[in-house]
């Protein structure tokens, strides 16, 4: 089975994503009143997986591949945005820019939105 490049950058990124969740959790643990890197932390080792998964399925022909790699875009995206903003706040002491936990927050809405509907468009063989 050979596997496109699309789907080994997602899988890079995502275990990129649970490495930042490993080295958020480690800061936070040092710094007094970090709950947002906490929470950052935590989003980005809950995602780094559903990314990793949504690549294995869509490889696997469990969901289709283009609405799968879509849906796992759309999820790095979000963490990008929500747990940058975050972490950003409590590190530098400033956002990320107006609005990007939220618009972050629902672009992982959608994420895992069109991850449902991945799972019930049939895969093309």
Do not use: E, Y
Request: glycine share 10%.
């Amino acid at each position: 089975m050979s596997v496109r490049p699309a789907d080994r950058i997602l899988a890079a990124l995502a275990c990129l994503a649970g490495l930042l969740g490993v080295a958020a959790s480690a800061a936070a643990a040092h710094i007094a009143g970090a709950d947002s890197l906490k929470l950052a932390a935590q989003f980005l080792l809950f995602h780094a997986p559903a990314v990793l998964g949504l690549t294995a399925l869509s490889a696997c022909g469990f969901l289709s591949p283009i609405l799968a790699r879509v849906s796992a875009a759309l999820i790095l995206a979000g963490l990008c945005l929500f747990c940058g903003d975050l972490a950003l706040r409590v590190l530098a002491g400033s956002p990320l820019f107006p609005m990007a936990a939220p618009t972050g927050g629902f672009a992982l809405m959608g994420g895992w939105l069109l991850g449902a509907v991945a799972a019930l468009v049939p895969a093309r063989n």
